[in-house]
C-alpha cells in the first residue's frame, strides 16, 4: 500500500473518536458531528479494563482482561500511535474529524492513556494480585524467599538462564544495541573497580558502561518456587538477583526494566509488487525493524537513565511511559493454565443445533431450508462438518473459499488440500495482509499451492475480507450450489471466544451471486451489482444509502420505519451522515457498536433518535446484525462488514440477506432484542464520547446477554 493511500485509510476513518465536549455545542461544523476515532478505540480499551476491576469475575478472568487491555495498547500504539507520529513528521496538514491536528491527538492519547495504565497497575498489585495470593496463588520477590528457595532458584539460574544471557554493553567500539519490538530488557550502569585486572583489554577504559540484558522469550516469565504448585517469581527478577555472576569483578548499579514498542503498520505497494508473496514475507521481516514509537521503564529507573534511553532511540520525553508495576502484564497470562476451575468462569459447551442433532448430511439439511448459527452458543463443529463433507463427498465438484484468518492449527486449510487431492476443483483466496496473521497465512498459501489448489490473493489494492464458501455438487443430473456466508473467521479456535453468526443456504440467486463474485476475485469480472449480496466495494455502500433512504421515505409516510444495527465499528463518515438525516427525519435508530463509533448520538437537531451501547463481557462481540423495518416488511442482513471507509472501499466484503421468517425472527427478537435488555456488561454511549452504565430503571433485576444465550444454547429454538 502506498504511503498516500495509507493516509487515505487513515483520514476518512481515524480521526474520530470520543474528545469530552460539551452537551450544547452547535453542530453547525464537521468537526461537531464526529467523535475523534482514537479517543473512541481508548474508550473500549477503558471498557475492557473496566472488566478487569469487576468482582463479579473470578479472578484468573479479571487477570485475562488485564492482559488484553495491555495487549490492545501494544497493538494501539504499534498501528494507530504510529501513524500519527508518521504524519507528525513528515508534516501531513490532515486533521482528524472533530478537528484535531496529528500532534494534538498524540498529546490528547498521552493525557487519557496515563491515568488508565495507573489504573491497570494499581488493579494487579492492589487486588489481583492480593486476591490469587489468598487463593494460594503467589507470585513473590526473590528477596522475600528463604535461603534454601533461593539456593534452588539460582542453581536454576546458573544451568538454565544463564547459558542463555548475552549482556550487552555501549562503548567507543560498542554501539546502542538494537531492542527487538515488545522485548524485555534491564539496563543497567557497570564500572570496573580502580585496581586493573588481567582481563582488561589493552587501552582499557575505565568508565561507566551502560548494559542491556535481554530477558530471553524462549524461558518462561513466571518460575516456580522450588516444589511449590503455585509459588512463582518473575524471571527477571531472579536475572537481576544474579548479575555478579554475568559482571564478574565488574561494579554494577542498579538494574531497572524497559520495554520499546515499534511502528509495525506494514506498508505494502502492491502496484509495483511482481510477487506479493515474496513482498510481503520481506516486509515481514522489516516489521521487526520499525521506527520506535514508545519506551516503558519501571518507575524507579533515574531519570539520567531514562534520559539516554531516551535519546538513544530517538525518542521524545512525551514517548515515555513509567509503569510502578511489572512490564509486560500479559506475561502473567501463563497463571492461567493453571488447574484452578475455582478462579475462572465455567467450563461452556457450545450446542448443536435442533436440526444438526439427527447427524443427517448438512446438504439434506441445508436443502429443506436455511441454516442460521449463532457462535460460540453453536458449536463451530457444524461450519468443518460442512467442509469436510464436501471434500468427501463423491458428488461435490468443487469448493471455493475466502480465508483471512486461518490460525496457525486450523483444520480447514488440510481439509482443502485433501479435497484437491481427491481431484476435486479448489479455490482458495488467502488474505495475506491479514495484519499479525500473515505468517500463518503465507504457509498455507504455500501448502495449499503445493497441493494443486488454485490459491488467489485477491485483488490490486484491496483485502479480502469476506467470509464466504461456495460448495458445487451434482444432483439429480444438475448442479446444485451451497453456500456458508458468516461474520467470522474459519478459525475455529477464535471460534469459541468470538460471538459471530452464520448463514447455510441452497438459494439459487445468492449461489448465483457467489458464483459471479469468485469469478470477480479470481478472475478479470467486472460485475458491477448482485442479485442478493451486498458485496464490498461494489455495491454495499450504494444498497446500504438506500435501505436508510427507504426508511426515511417510510417515516415521512408514516409507515413502519426503524433502523437496528449491530457492529463492531462505526467510523465512515458518509455512513454516519446517512444515519444523522435518517434521525432528523424521525427514523429511531439503535445501534450496538462494540469498539470505535464515530457518531454522536442523542444531540439536538442532529441524532435525537440514536442510541448506541457497546458490551463488553466474557466472548468478544464481532457479529455484524442489519435489521430494517421496511413499512413492515422487515428484511435483515448478516456478513463481514463494518461501516468503516476501509471496508466500505478498501475490502472485499459481503453482506447476505436472510429471507427465512423463522430466522428473520430469531435475528431481531432472539438476538438484536436480547443485546438491547444488557444491563450487565452493556455501556451507553453519551454525545460526548464517554460511556456510562445502563441504569436498572423499573428492570431491577440483572439481565447478562451473553449469560442468557449460553442458558439458552441447549434448547435450541432455531
Request: aromatic letters at 8%.
Amino acid at each position: 500500500m502506498s504511503t498516500a493511500l495509507r493516509k487515505e485509510n487513515r483520514g476518512s476513518e481515524i480521526g474520530d473518536a470520543a474528545r469530552p465536549t460539551t452537551h450544547d455545542r452547535e453542530h453547525n461544523r464537521p468537526e461537531d458531528s464526529f467523535i475523534n476515532r482514537e479517543f473512541s478505540l481508548l474508550e473500549f480499551h477503558r471498557r475492557v479494563l473496566e472488566e478487569a476491576f469487576d468482582e463479579t469475575n473470578p479472578l484468573l478472568e479479571r487477570l485475562k482482561f488485564l492482559s488484553i487491555f495491555a495487549s490492545n495498547i501494544d497493538e494501539f500504539f504499534m498501528i494507530r500511535v504510529s501513524g500519527l507520529k508518521e504524519e507528525v513528521e513528515l508534516n501531513v496538514p490532515h486533521l482528524s474529524a472533530d478537528g484535531l491536528t496529528p500532534a494534538e491527538q498524540l498529546a490528547e492519547i498521552r493525557k487519557l492513556l496515563l491515568p488508565m495504565i495507573d489504573q491497570q497497575v494499581s488493579c494487579l498489585l492492589e487486588d489481583i494480585l492480593p486476591g490469587l495470593k489468598a487463593a494460594g496463588v503467589h507470585l513473590a520477590s526473590y528477596d522475600s524467599l528463604t535461603h534454601r528457595q533461593k539456593r534452588d532458584l539460582d542453581s536454576y539460574f546458573r544451568e538454565e538462564v544463564f547459558p542463555v544471557l548475552t549482556p550487552l554493553a555501549v562503548d567507543s567500539t560498542h554501539p546502542f544495541p538494537y531492542i527487538s519490538p515488545l522485548s524485555l530488557n534491564l539496563g543497567l550502569v557497570i564500572q570496573a573497580p580502580d585496581t586493573p585486572s588481567p582481563a582488561d583489554p589493552p587501552k582499557f577504559k575505565n568508565e561507566p558502561r551502560f548494559v542491556r540484558i535481554k530477558v530471553p522469550s524462549v524461558l518462561p516469565r513466571l518460575i516456580r518456587v522450588g516444589n511449590a504448585e503455585a509459588e512463582f517469581v518473575l524471571l527477571d527478577d531472579l536475572i537481576r538477583a544474579n548479575l555478579q555472576l554475568l559482571f564478574p569483578g565488574m561494579d554494577t548499579g542498579e538494574c531497572h526494566l524497559f520495554r520499546v514498542t515499534r511502528d509495525a503498520d506494514i506498508e505494502i505497494r502492491e502496484e509495483e509488487a511482481e510477487d506479493l508473496l515474496r513482498v510481503i514475507q520481506q516486509e515481514l521481516r522489516m516489521r521487526r525493524f520499525g521506527s520506535p514509537v514508545r519506551l516503558e521503564v519501571s518507575s524507579d529507573m533515574p531519570e539520567v537513565l531514562v534520559h539516554y534511553l531516551t535519546q538513544s532511540l530517538g525518542l521524545f520525553p512525551e514517548d515515555v511511559y513509567r509503569l510502578s508495576g511489572p512490564l509486560a502484564i500479559q506475561d502473567l497470562m501463563s497463571l492461567y493454565e493453571m488447574d484452578r476451575p475455582d478462579l475462572k468462569e465455567e467450563p461452556f459447551k457450545p450446542a448443536i443445533p435442533r436440526r444438526l442433532l439427527a447427524r443427517r448430511s448438512m446438504f439434506d439439511v441445508i436443502k429443506e431450508g436455511d441454516l442460521l448459527v449463532h457462535h460460540p452458543y453453536d458449536s463451530y463443529d457444524c461450519v468443518t462438518d460442512f467442509i469436510n463433507e464436501a471434500v468427501d463427498d463423491p458428488n461435490v465438484l468443487a469448493i471455493k473459499m475466502c480465508l483471512y484468518r486461518t490460525g496457525a492449527d486450523s483444520p480447514i486449510p488440510p481439509a482443502l488440500i485433501r479435497a484437491s487431492e481427491k481431484g476435486k476443483q479448489v479455490t482458495t483466496l488467502i488474505e495475506l495482509k491479514a495484519r499479525f496473521d500473515e505468517e500463518h497465512n503465507i504457509e498455507w498459501a504455500r501448502k495449499l499451492d503445493q497441493a494443486g489448489v488454485h490459491v488467489v490473493y485477491g485483488i490490486l489494492g484491496l483485502k479480502t475480507h469476506g467470509k464466504l464458501t461456495l460448495v458445487v455438487r451434482r444432483e439429480e443430473g444438475s448442479l446444485k450450489r451451497y453456500m456458508h456466508i458468516a461474520s467470522g473467521n474459519y478459525n475455529p479456535t477464535t471460534s469459541c471466544t468470538y460471538t459471530d453468526v452464520g448463514l447455510f443456504t441452497a438459494n439459487d440467486e445468492i449461489g448465483a451471486d457467489a458464483t459471479e463474485l469468485f469469478n470477480y476475485l479470481t478472475g478479470c469480472s467486472r460485475q458491477t451489482d448482485y442479485r442478493q449480496l451486498l458485496v464490498a466495494p461494489v455495491n454495499l455502500r450504494e444498497k446500504m444509502n438506500g435501505l436508510i433512504d427507504r426508511e426515511i421515505a417510510n417515516q415521512r409516510a408514516g409507515r413502519p420505519a426503524r433502523i437496528v444495527a449491530k457492529l463492531n465499528r462505526l467510523a465512515d463518515r458518509e455512513m454516519i451522515g446517512k444515519l444523522y438525516e435518517a434521525s432528523r427525519a424521525g427514523v429511531p435508530i439503535e445501534l450496538v457498536v462494540r469498539g470505535v463509533c464515530m457518531l454522536r448520538p442523542g444531540v439536538a437537531g442532529l441524532s435525537e433518535t440514536i442510541t448506541v451501547r457497546s458490551l463488553v463481557g466474557r466472548f468478544l462481540e464481532h457479529s455484524r446484525v442489519f435489521y430494517f423495518a421496511n413499512g413492515g416488511n422487515e428484511e435483515l442482513y448478516i456478513g463481514s462488514a463494518d461501516l468503516m471507509t476501509r471496508n466500505l472501499k478498501h475490502r472485499i466484503e459481503v453482506v447476505t440477506p436472510v429471507h427465512d421468517p423463522a430466522l428473520k425472527s430469531y435475528l431481531k427478537e432472539g438476538v438484536l432484542a436480547t443485546y438491547f435488555r444488557d444491563n450487565v456488561k452493556a455501556r451507553a454511549l453519551q454525545s460526548d464520547g464517554s460511556y456510562v452504565r445502563l441504569p436498572r430503571g423499573d428492570r431491577p433485576e440483572e439481565f447478562n446477554s451473553q449469560s442468557f444465550f449460553m442458558v439458552q444454547a441447549a434448547s435450541q429454538t432455531i
